[in-house]
């Protein structure tokens, strides 16, 4: 947090490539920077939206308000006092010259008063030997173990504390002496910061009390996935397009097919789908292995997504024939990707005849450094099947209603609800573009008391509507009406941080 404030000025952009649990980008909304996180898992990535959109900050007050953030806070300032401007202040003789005479005074009735046979404590103003030879050269080189009160005190020999073996009538002049000698002493003080140079405090900027902050908008990107043009829309080409983004064929599907064949697909609950041998498919496009259930003997064919795009519609369609064409039927389709188009994904899960399934590939196999040598691996994740419901409540206006995910039960090879308890969030976009998912509504289902928009409401220490607040906890959206793409997109992330994307067109809904 030092370091960011040292570094950078307010509306400085600030880069972090490894998120974690977001606290870069939370500390850059604090001080009012700019910033870019990104992170290869997803749990990460989640956590870090959560943080961001329940924090709540302090509000700045801007030195020059209409030029926006770019000019900066008001920052508390503090006196730069340097030996330089301690000698060359003009006002320090003059303040001596006006105010010490008062000084001399108390301490003369205070002479007056004392028997010159009164001990007294004589005060040291420091028992290191640079302040012992300034009281020397002053002309004071008496021992340490001096006493008494022979041609009266000296200013220095004054104690600050009144001692209990002096006459009372000496209480007067003493507390005198003392009040004339610190407004002098305040005098000089206001004079050398005034005339100091000024010190910028700039982890201490000046706060509004009327104010408070939350986070500003954001927006969280993935590797897009690639938009095909229809036939009569695309400029044809010469020679066959083979493109690693339409064709999907990498030179790392080897070292995947291993890995695959060592850390199997991790499930729900602990399960697994552990394989027993996978080669590769000679001739066909989108078919890349074929290999065995070690549990049950059943034949599986996998298909994987490219490795800098999304598995795309075109793929699931090609895949599903080949499969068809393979003697024997496979039992299962697998396809694994690290990002899938939300058209593909819905064609994905509503495919008959065979079961297909789609499996999150660990963005880890991107970056070999960070693969871990081990069949312990979590390199594959199957992915549940978003359930969702849309009513229309009325001509114009729907409601969505989450149930979770369906998960693929390797035992009995059935999908099995994982139920509402799973949903660690949910998003929904009203107005879904096809291209970017806007979020309008907000849900933290798992959130506990004193978190998701619970915590919001204790940070910014506001009332909000009861009522409202347990809806965006829950799994029913409040209701909307239909925007202009007349699409909506429901985005589910269960306990795991896996994420499925679940786009349904309204003109669909009926009553």
Not at 311 to 338: D, T, Y
Not at 483 to 493: L, Q, R
Request: glycine fraction near 8%; aromatic fraction near 8%.
């Amino acid at each position: 947090m030092s370091q960011g404030r040292l570094t950078t000025d307010p509306g400085d952009l600030v880069l972090d490539p490894t998120c974690g649990s977001g606290t870069t980008a939370f500390v850059a909304e604090k001080w009012g920077r700019r910033w870019i996180t990104a992170d290869t898992s997803r749990v990460a990535v989640t956590l870090a939206k959560q943080r961001l959109m329940t924090a709540s900050y302090d509000y700045y007050a801007l030195k020059y308000p209409h030029e926006g953030l770019r000019s900066g806070f008001i920052y508390k300032t503090v006196p730069h006092v340097t030996l330089g401007s301690i000698a060359n202040n003009p006002e320090i003789d003059e303040i001596y010259a006006r105010m010490h005479p008062a000084v001399e005074t108390a301490l003369a009735a205070l002479n007056a008063i004392l028997p010159d046979s009164a001990s007294f404590p004589r005060r040291r103003e420091s028992k290191v030997f640079v302040a012992s030879l300034d009281s020397r050269l002053r002309g004071n080189d008496d021992s340490a173990g001096q006493s008494g009160n022979d041609g009266g005190l000296k200013e220095w020999q004054v104690p600050f504390d009144f001692p209990v073996d002096w006459p009372e009538a000496a209480k007067e002049p003493f507390d005198a002496f003392h009040a004339a000698r610190q407004a002098m002493q305040k005098q000089m003080d206001a004079s050398i910061a005034a005339h100091a140079g000024q010190e910028i405090l700039y982890d201490q900027p000046a706060v509004s009390k009327s104010k408070l902050r939350i986070t500003g908008p954001f927006t969280v990107e993935a590797v897009p996935f690639a938009t095909v043009l229809g036939l009569d829309e695309a400029e044809q080409p010469k020679e066959a397009d083979i493109a690693v983004a339409r064709s999907g064929a990498t030179w790392r599907q080897s070292q995947w097919r291993d890995e695959l064949l060592k850390a199997g697909i991790r499930g729900k609950g602990g399960q697994k789908i552990q394989l027993l041998d996978l080669v590769p498919l000679p001739g066909a496009k989108y078919i890349h292995a074929i290999g065995t259930v070690a549990d049950t003997g059943d034949k599986v064919a996998v298909s994987f997504g490219p490795e800098h795009a999304a598995l795309e519609q075109r793929q699931v369609e090609i895949a599903m024939r080949e499969a068809g064409e393979l003697f024997p039927l496979p039992k299962m389709l697998v396809f694994c990707a690290f990002t899938f188009d939300p058209e593909a994904a819905k064609d994905i899960d509503t495919i008959k005849g065979i079961t297909a399934l789609r499996v999150q590939m660990n963005t880890d196999l991107l970056t070999e450094d960070l693969k871990k040598g081990r069949a312990s691996n979590e390199s594959f994740w199957l992915m549940g099947q978003p359930d969702v419901i849309v009513k229309q409540i009325k001509a114009g206006c729907y409601q969505v209603e989450v149930h979770g995910f369906d998960y693929f039960d390797t035992k009995t090879g059935e999908l099995k609800s994982g139920g509402k308890k799973n949903i660690a969030m949910w998003a929904l976009d009203t107005d879904y573009d096809n291209r970017s998912l806007f979020p309008r509504q907000v849900f933290f289902p798992m959130a506990g008391s004193g978190d998701g928009w619970n915590k919001l409401r204790k940070d910014i220490r506001a009332e909000l509507n009861e009522e409202l607040l347990e809806q965006f906890h829950g799994t029913v959206s409040l209701p909307f009406e239909a925007g202009e793409n007349e699409c909506i997109a429901v985005k589910i992330v269960d306990d795991r941080g896996i994420e499925s994307l679940k786009v349904i067109n309204l003109d669909r809904i009926s009553v």
